[in-house]
């Protein structure tokens, strides 16, 4: 398993989602290619390449803005058609552009049908963690604890969330 695979199955636990997923930015820049899924549809997604500005993860690559969508079929921004191709088309999404440290975005992290109320904070943290991890010279690092922490079981991962939870709180 990979460290963005780690860190991509962390997330979609730690969310109580149907599915968590990891797109970066082709050399180019023109294309995301999905790298680490986890849920409903990972399979299938893992590999999928879309075009820059397309769907939900598109929108939050193109603007730098995270997104939170309730109910994907009343938003003209929803790709039904790529997300038809994973099997798995889900109501709510939540995705989160991965800003390198140079203010440009170096990918996206989504998460499908999380149960609760949305934690965008939360899906926001960890992206920017994933973003330092994969731009700078301890690539990885943060995906190894996550990795670390899953590896721990269950309730780890829930401790790792209540302290996640309340950096957010008192700081987001």
């Known amino acids: 398993m990979t460290d963005l695979q780690h860190v991509v199955a962390t997330v979609r636990e730690a969310c109580a989602a149907a599915a968590c997923s990891c797109a970066l930015l082709d050399p180019a820049g023109e294309r995301l290619v999905f790298v680490a899924a ?3 549809g990972a399979t299938a997604v893992v590999g999928l390449e879309l075009p820059v500005g397309r769907g939900l993860a598109g929108w939050a690559v193109l603007t730098g803005q995270s997104i939170a969508v309730a109910d994907v079929s009343a ?24 800003l390198r440290p140079d203010g440009g975005v170096a990918g996206v992290l989504e998460v499908l049908d999380p149960e609760g109320p949305p934690r965008l904070a939360l899906v926001d943290l960890v992206a920017g963690l994933v973003a330092g991890a994969t731009t700078s010279p301890v690539t990885g690092a943060l995906a ?14 829930r401790l790792a969330v209540r302290l996640l939870d309340a950096v957010v709180e008192d700081h987001g």
Not at 144 to 157: D, E, I, K, Q
């Open 144 to 157: 190894r604890a996550a990795a670390a922490v899953s590896a721990a079981g269950p309730a780890a991962s």
């Open 38 to 40: 986890d849920g409903a």
């Open 75 to 98: 938003d003209r921004r929803f790709d039904r058609a790529a997300a038809e191709s994973t099997a798995y088309v889900p109501t709510t999404v939540l995705a989160s552009p991965l």
